[in-house]
């Protein structure tokens, strides 16, 4: 069996390794992959977003399956060109990707649905929206590209003159180009996030393990936003009876929604959830694994994946008996200094074993290319330290022993990834 992961993040390393453990898979392809996965897989260097290019290497190398993980390539219609050329995949089609690519999209479904979610109005006129925003009075005001922004376009306005602020930002100066031609400004919710990946085969929908990211750049949530700075699996405050809650008032309802809209989603749903002191709400979709969550919810999966991803495709989801680990996992991000702004690259990077990894702990690899027998950085993230423990204080503390082995010059990571949850039970 051959494979084709389509992306170059820690997420898609860790989609690989999870694969690798089936041994009827012999062969992985990545693309384009990065200087870490090459260990794992054979890198081709074709972009994630060019379709034909993709096809073409999927035909070239005879490839049997085909796992599309980044948004950009999924709200392109990678999925529908590839099964149109026979390739089978794992991922929504183009329909079922609009699910994240719109945020107004998925706004008005939830709203149509009553799927618990802020409440919203939808604006393609800055004037209109900040004559909403100043109307409602109420600060913060959240101020929501509708497009891809590489995860940017979400601005939190204190008051009235950063509203004004975000507006232009987003509508007048197009930051994210016509990702900003529509905005959703909602109501600022508060509680504790959580992230829950989902496999679904368009019916049934079986949630993974859930998830915490830590968004912000520095300790104390402080800093810039960025792609995320760590994880930890799985969430305290996901406790079973707010599991069996967002299952009967989220989760089945999206999945439900989506095929009465003509969108059967067949992949990985992924939902941002706030639970708030109102219940559970949904903060947003995203039609993929997270990143880095897929970095700690994967390594707690025992049944083979790739079994999951070929019934989320053939809507055999019902048949199968997902089960997972009962420990808990935790990441720690090295990322280059000054990212999310500008940083350098190319240091080398010490620490690691000859094939990248380390022992006892999971290394994935984001943003590192291979010069020789060296790991060099190449990207804001680099390193992804994960590490598995029988509760999350012990994951905490074997990633944190390992991040203090490995690095590189200009290193920076967050030092209280778990902090706020590491004696909650
Ligand atoms: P999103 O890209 O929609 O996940 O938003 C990025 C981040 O902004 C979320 O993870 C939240 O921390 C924050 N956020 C988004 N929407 C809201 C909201 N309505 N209330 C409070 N925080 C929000
Ligand atoms: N970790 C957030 C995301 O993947 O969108």
Redesign the pocket.
């Known amino acids: 069996m051959k494979i084709l992961v389509v992306g170059s993040g820690g997420r898609e390393h860790a989609v690989i390794r999870k694969l690798k453990e089936n041994p009827e898979i012999t062969s992985i392809i990545c693309a384009p992959g990065n200087g870490g996965i090459s260990a794992d897989a054979v890198c081709a260097s074709v972009k994630a977003t060019d379709i034909e290019g993709m096809i073409a290497l999927a035909k070239q190398e005879q490839v049997d399956f085909c796992v599309v993980t980044p948004d950009d390539p999924l709200a392109l219609g990678m999925v529908d060109a590839m099964e149109k050329e026979g390739i089978p995949c794992f991922g929504p089609d183009a329909k079922a990707a609009v699910i994240e690519a719109s945020?107004v999209f998925s706004k008005n479904l939830m709203k149509k649905y009553g799927i618990p979610t802020?409440a919203y109005e939808v604006f393609d006129d800055p004037a209109k929206a900040m004559e909403y925003i100043r109307e409602q009075g109420t600060y913060?005001a959240?101020v929501?590209a509708d497009g891809l922004a590489l995860?940017k376009?979400?601005l939190?306005a204190q008051n009235e003159e950063e509203a004004q602020e975000a507006l232009k930002e987003l509508m007048i100066d197009k930051a994210f180009g016509a990702s900003g031609n529509q905005v959703v400004v909602?109501?600022?919710?508060?509680g504790p996030?959580v992230s829950v990946l989902s496999f679904t085969d368009g019916n049934v929908i079986c949630p993974m393990v859930s998830s915490m990211d830590h968004?912000r750049a520095n300790d104390n949530d402080e800093g810039l936003?960025t792609g995320g700075m760590g994880t930890i699996a799985p969430s305290p405050f996901f406790t079973k009876e707010i599991a069996d809650q967002c299952m009967k008032e989220i989760f089945l309802p999206t999945v439900n929604a989506m095929k009465a809209e003509g969108r059967p989603f067949k992949g990985c749903l992924y939902f941002?959830l706030?639970l708030t002191p109102q219940g559970p709400r949904v903060?947003?979709y995203n039609c993929r694994f997270g990143d880095p969550e897929t970095q700690v919810v994967l390594p707690l999966l025992n049944t083979d994946l790739f079994t999951i991803m070929k019934a989320c495709r053939e809507g055999a989801l019902a048949d199968l008996a997902i089960e997972w680990k009962d420990e808990a996992c935790a990441c720690v991000i090295e990322a280059s200094g000054g990212y999310p702004q500008s940083y350098k690259k190319g240091y080398p990077i010490h620490g690691l074993d000859a094939d990248g990894c380390h022992e006892g702990v999971i290394v994935y690899h984001a943003g590192t290319k291979k010069d020789g027998d060296v790991y060099l950085t190449n990207g804001g993230r680099v390193l992804g330290i994960a590490a598995l423990g029988r509760d999350l204080n012990e994951a905490l503390d074997k990633a944190y022993a390992a991040v203090d082995e490995i690095g590189f010059e200009n290193m920076h990571c967050r030092r209280d990834i778990g902090a706020k949850v590491r004696n909650l039970k």
């Open positions: 945020k802020a913060p959240v929501k995860g376009g979400v939190i909602e109501e600022f919710m508060t996030e968004k936003n941002g706030m903060v947003e």
